[in-house]
């Protein structure tokens, strides 16, 4: 039989006891699939734990299996295209659960010659003989034969954010961080660092004007009770309280609340009461992206505008460093630009190449640099093997070092858009780090970001205890 073509049995090719039949293993893309398509999220039909502990203890995604699986052996093979579904009736008579294989055969117990009706028996069994879906489906038979070719299914990827939630696995392995949330007078984001909180991933100081923080609060039904709230008048004046409480040792990381980022950032580069560094403070997204393997970092996308090559400098630093926190030991940098060969004429492959030699220099430390990569051959194995490029980088980067913020905003927001990834993000290069929240973060990201900031501080504890013990 040629697999690249469908064909049916028409009615008068068919005989009483003319049976066909099909195997499937359920596996959990199978359930979510079907849990997607159905909306159906009952827990006795998904959820393999609830169904096994409790009275509902029947299958595990019965409707897959007793319907569409019985309905493609009648569609594809028995009587085949063509086929005209009437009808079934099925009993679940045993549990279906993760990893069993089913095989799945109709028979055909009876013929109507009138209206070309069939009536067929259908058994679906598992790997050890146990019928556990019994019943008959009727249908109509097709008169007329069919044959087409058989269609592609396209591959389907179900993206469960596995990144972002390791990583928050990973920082609620540590105490919860003390964490000011400045101006947070915004139900959203009140709600995004309570369930942080609740988490375990921070210990909110709320920074800002008390009557505005508990109608928040209203809003969102919201109870404060637990947290510590500093009032301030406005958010000018929230901004600088909170860089007092950092200053002081207070707090150990700052979040974002309803103000603008110039407003926060003032506060934070003030040369005599700020949280100035030597170091150029840079934004890193930390990207989940369904169709790449790893983590990727992307900076500078929300701050340095057209950074120099010193800036550059420091934003690789403070991105490899954040690679490290998550648990990237040596991170791979790609310094991109629109081409691969240094061009005089194009200032980031000048860059580029300098950073390269700047990291063989000891200037940038803890990564691995290379560039000037293109987007494809940074991310693309392929892409690589057609550029015919050798690099311990190219075509599997964790860190996208962008020309400048116009790029790397534009390439943040297809990266989200159009690739269906999810972000988290953060400012480094100051004293503490600082979670930056954004119009339109979903409850996952502000937890993630939460615990990027968990992560640098424990990375900075870490290094202070081991330079401590050091004869």
Not at 106 to 130: A, F, P
Not at 148 to 163: D, F, G, K, N, Y
Not at 192 to 219: S, T
Request: with cysteine; glycine share 8%; aromatic share 4%.
């Amino acid at each position: 039989m040629n697999e690249d073509f469908i064909e049916n049995r028409t009615f008068d090719e068919i005989a009483v006891g003319d049976s066909a039949s099909l195997q499937r293993r359920l596996t959990l893309q199978d359930i979510k699939l079907f849990a997607v398509m159905s909306g159906d999220v009952n827990p006795a039909h998904v959820d393999e734990d609830y169904a096994r502990s409790s009275r509902f203890h029947e299958v595990i995604a019965h409707g897959l299996w007793g319907g569409a699986l019985i309905s493609t052996v009648l569609g594809t093979q028995l009587p085949g295209p063509g086929t005209i579904y009437l009808g079934q009736s099925l009993q679940f008579r045993r549990p279906v659960g993760l990893g069993d294989l089913i095989t799945v055969t109709v028979t055909v117990t009876n013929k109507d010659s009138d209206e070309h009706r069939l009536v067929l028996d259908c058994q679906c069994t598992n790997q050890e003989g146990t019928t556990v879906i019994a019943g008959t489906a009727e249908v109509l038979a097709p008169t007329e034969r069919v044959r087409r070719p058989r269609w592609v299914l396209p591959a389907v990827h179900l993206h469960e954010r596995v990144h972002l939630q390791r990583l928050l696995e990973a920082a609620r392995e540590h105490p919860p961080v003390r964490t000011a949330v400045i101006h947070p007078v915004d139900a959203s984001v009140l709600s995004g660092v309570v369930a942080a909180a609740e988490q375990d991933l921070v210990a909110p100081v709320l920074v800002g004007p008390e009557h505005r923080i508990h109608a928040a609060a209203a809003d969102a039904d919201l109870d404060l009770t637990p947290y510590r709230i500093v009032s301030t008048d406005h958010s000018h004046a929230a901004a600088a309280r909170a860089v007092q409480l950092a200053r002081a040792g207070e707090v150990d990381a700052l979040v974002k609340g309803s103000l603008d980022l110039d407003e926060l950032l003032a506060a934070v580069l003030d040369k005599h009461r700020g949280l100035r560094t030597e170091r150029r403070i840079s934004h890193v997204f930390a990207f989940d992206v369904p169709t790449y393997a790893q983590p990727l970092f992307l900076t500078d996308a929300l701050i340095n505008a057209y950074p120099t090559l010193e800036h550059k400098r420091d934003i690789a630093q403070n991105a490899i460093e954040l690679a490290q926190a998550v648990g990237i030991e040596q991170p791979r940098v790609a310094v991109l630009s629109a081409v691969e060969t240094v061009h005089p004429g194009i200032r980031s492959t000048l860059d580029a190449a300098a950073l390269c030699k700047m990291a063989d220099r000891g200037q940038i430390t803890g990564g691995r640099v290379d560039g000037p990569l293109a987007f494809d051959t940074a991310v693309s194995p392929a892409a690589v093997a057609v550029a015919g490029i050798e690099s311990p980088v190219a075509g599997r980067a964790d860190i996208l070092l962008v020309p400048d913020l116009e790029a790397g905003n534009m390439l943040a927001k297809q990266l989200e858009y159009l690739g269906g990834a999810e972000s988290a993000g953060i400012v480094l290069g100051a004293r503490v780090p600082v979670v930056l929240t954004l119009p339109g973060d979903d409850h996952l990201t502000h937890l993630a970001s939460c615990a990027l900031a968990s992560m640098v501080i424990r990375q900075r504890w870490q290094a202070l205890r081991q330079g401590a013990t050091r004869p």
